[in-house]
């Protein structure tokens, strides 16, 4: 049984899903311009350059035109759109970032401890905290369980075995844990986790990456649940120079 979040840790919830939805946004808009210039033949054209606007004036189609008059505008009111999201990004990150730096009853320092940590930057801080581990787990499997991280038992007669992560959690942390989980590998090569992880690839002549970094990101959850919870440092872990 999970218990419930008081309306100001559920309104803390907000930041981090709200700058998903935009960030979906700014690929959606960057892609539609590049895609009515790449109908011209124009590829090299970054919408979200400083200079975007003095370009579309440069810019020539593949048979040497000048844009038309209506497809300029349409570009142009498609950067005004990338513009205001880009303003509003900055804002919510502005927002996120005093949530889980300053001390305050809803985000305690055990939220910005978490930046100590190499490759642990302030949007991983905020979604890690804010989803999961300002809750109360009683062991590592409720963690797990409640990211879908843990394994799912079968049994037939006088077969027992596992059958993968259930994935009846919450699917934004673990999409989170599992792209953490390969940011570890690379900012925390020399961690016992990693270690693990490379040991256990070997054993399996380099396959079956994808069910062992599943498996390293469940690691990697408990390790920093007992690390906000307990203080324990994860084995092996580089934390950052002040």
């Known amino acids: 049984m999970v218990k419930l979040l008081s309306p100001e840790e559920e309104d803390n919830r907000r930041i981090g899903r709200e ?24 590829r090299e054209y970054e919408p979200v350059n400083r200079d975007q606007r003095q ?10 035109r000048p844009l038309s008059k209506h497809l300029k505008a349409e570009v142009c009111r498609e950067l005004d759109r ?17 949530l889980i730096v300053q001390e305050t009853p809803e985000t305690p320092k055990e939220a910005g401890a978490l930046l100590g940590i190499r490759g642990i930057g302030p949007e991983f801080a905020t979604i890690l905290y804010t989803e999961s581990l300002l809750r109360h787990f009683d062991n ?14 079968w049994q037939s007669g006088n ?12 699917p934004r942390l673990r ?5 953490l989980a390969w940011l570890w590998l ?12 490379k040991k256990r690839i ?23 649940w007992k690390y906000v919870s307990s203080g324990v440092v994860i084995e092996g872990a580089i934390m950052k120079t002040p």
């Open 19 to 42: 700058r998903k939805t935009l960030i979906a946004e700014r690929v959606f808009h960057v892609n539609r311009i590049k895609g009515l210039l790449f109908t011209q033949g124009i």
């Open 55 to 64: 370009r579309l004036d440069e810019l020539r189609t593949g048979d040497g």
């Open 82 to 98: 990338l513009e205001l999201i880009l303003t509003q990004i900055k804002a919510v990150e502005a927002e996120r970032d005093a």
């Open 140 to 153: 590592r499997r409720q963690i797990a369980s409640y990211a879908g991280l843990a394994p799912s038992p």
């Open 159 to 170: 077969v027992n075995r596992e059958q993968g992560v259930s994935k009846a959690g919450n």
């Open 175 to 179: 999409a989170t844990m599992v792209e």
């Open 186 to 197: 690379r900012h925390q090569p020399t961690s016992t986790l990693s270690c693990w992880f």
């Open 202 to 224: 070997a054993q399996n002549g380099g396959r079956l990456k994808k069910p062992m970094i599943v498996a390293l990101a469940r690691k990697l959850l408990v390790a920093l």
